[in-house]
């Protein structure tokens, strides 16, 4: 049972035009996630995150948006540059539930293409 | 500065060895995790510690699986007997605690053959 969901296992988009990538989660005990990138032969490195008592955090070029009602977040990066193709994982924890645990989904791979 | 590192990076094992991977930490961290990465998946959860307490080892997926963190820094992974489906990547993170940002290793890719 994937509690965490990244449908789309690819995406390409042109250099300089917005990627947008999606997440879905299905427990409402969720609220507070992240988005990581990854590199072949690399461990993930954290990009950005978002609690539940927010809608929209902000770094950079890297927006995350939440929305709690549709269990639902993407991450939103532009300009899109070609040092951005690699895979990108969402990540959720429940920090009231007792657990230690993040659930990861399971990537999208971005192509941006120069 | 040092981030976090694992060894070996990579590790073939016949079924049935025993294997040990380990996990340095960046120094002064107080959280430390392992996940199993398989192909085209996401890292799954393992265990977690705090210093060196073992706070939470529901993702082990059998008693095969054993952690450690002696003395609340370095870590080690050990699989008992191993089988086929425990070929993946391992990956260790750590970070300061609570929400702070984690920070993996590379991982290590194990193959049992």
């Known amino acids: 049972d994937q509690q965490v969901k990244q449908n789309s296992p690819s995406l390409s988009v042109q250099e300089g035009r917005i990627s947008i990538l999606n997440c879905d989660y299905t427990?409402?005990?969720?609220?507070?996630f992240l988005w990581y990138k990854k590199y072949p032969a690399e461990g993930p490195t954290f990009l950005i995150s978002i609690s539940s008592i927010k809608d929209k955090n902000e770094d950079g070029r890297f927006t995350v948006f939440l929305n709690k009602s549709a269990k639902h977040l993407s991450l939103h990066i532009v300009p899109s540059q070609p040092g951005d193709s690699a895979v990108y994982f969402c990540a959720a924890k429940g920090t009231t539930s007792g657990t230690y645990k993040y659930i990861f989904g399971t990537g999208t791979r971005l192509k941006v293409l120069a | 500065g040092a981030g976090v590192s694992q060894s070996p990076r990579y590790k073939v094992a016949k079924r049935g060895q025993d294997v040990a991977l380990r996990c340095d930490p960046i120094s002064g961290h107080v959280s430390l995790f392992w996940y199993q990465q398989a192909l085209g998946q996401g890292p799954e959860f393992l265990t977690y510690f705090q210093n060196e307490a073992q706070l939470d080892k529901s993702g082990l997926p059998s008693d095969r699986f054993f952690a450690e963190r002696p003395e609340g820094s370095v870590s080690t992974l050990k699989i008992q007997r191993t089988q086929q489906e425990d070929s993946a990547v391992y990956l260790c993170a750590s970070s300061l605690g609570g929400l702070r940002e984690q920070y993996f290793g590379p991982g290590t890719r194990l193959t049992v053959t």
């Open positions: 427990n409402s005990m969720f609220d507070y």
